[in-house]
T-cell receptor, first 111, second 111 residues
Framework: NAGVTQTPKFRVLKTGQSMTLLCAQD?????MYWYRQDPGMGLRLIHY???????AKGEVPDGYNVSRLKKQNFLLGLESAAPSQTSVYFC??????????FGAGTRLSVL | TQLLEQSPQFLSIQEGENLTVYCNSS?????LQWYRQEPGEGPVLLVT?????EVKKLKRLTFQFGDARKDSSLHITAAQTGDTGLYLC???????????FGTGTRLKVLA
């Protein structure tokens, strides 16, 4: 079982460049989430989705956009990357009952 | 705003010792989860507690939810090197699909 798959695993960007992180889940979960993890900060919610075609802002949404065109995919976009967006990004999915399954993460560096 | 504070932030102990990790908040949560995260991987759920005063055991790990549902603890008996990792608590509120993650406790168990 693949579970939650994130691509890419690593990426280096220059300030101002754009990129999209892809999250795919094969568990038919309704809810999907994007978090960032920084040292000493735990996980902070960027955006989330409660179903296909829906998205909502989390704690730290500025500088990011998301789309959920298909139930199994949740995309996170950075339109103009900044050094403050250097972080490890995690995607998660869940069904009712709130057990979240996480991907292995994407390590992003913005120079 | 970080609503969940974990302590200690770092902990290094010898194999066989006991330890307790704390997760504290001034807010009330309807449920609380504990995750363990290993380097290069996403967090993996250990337990969910939902009732004030609830105690759950998972082999050598004992989890407790505070009576007022504002805090939680994780106690590990006779730690093993395999317990090494980052421990995260996450609080949820009824009526939302979001969890607030704590700041994390990084545990290292030495052989």
């Amino acid at each position: 079982n693949a579970g939650v798959t994130q691509t890419p695993k690593f990426r280096v960007l220059k300030t101002g460049q754009s990129m999209t992180l892809l999250c795919a889940q094969d568990m038919n979960h309704e809810y999907m989430y994007w978090y960032r993890q920084d040292p000493g900060m735990g996980l902070r919610l960027i955006h989330y989705s409660v179903g296909e075609g829906t998205t909502a802002k989390g704690e730290v949404p500025d500088g990011y956009n998301v789309s959920r065109l298909k139930k199994q995919n949740f995309l996170l976009g950075l339109e103009s990357a900044a050094p403050s967006q250097t972080s490890v990004y995690f995607c998660a999915s869940s069904e009712v009952g709130n057990i979240q399954y996480f991907g292995a993460g994407t390590r992003l560096s913005v120079l | 705003t970080q609503l969940l504070e974990q302590s200690p932030q770092f902990l290094s102990i010898q194999e066989g010792e006991n330890l307790t990790v704390y997760c504290n908040s001034s807010s009330v949560f309807s449920s609380l989860q504990w995750y363990r995260q290993e380097p290069g991987e996403g967090p993996v759920l250990l337990v969910t507690v939902v009732t004030g005063g609830e105690v759950k055991k998972l082999k050598r790990l004992t989890f407790q939810f505070g009576d007022a549902r504002k805090d939680s603890s994780l106690h590990i008996t006779a730690a093993q090197t395999g317990d090494t990792g980052l421990y995260l608590c996450a609080g949820g509120r009824s009526g939302t699909y979001k969890y607030i993650f704590g700041t994390g406790t990084r545990l290292k168990v030495l052989a």
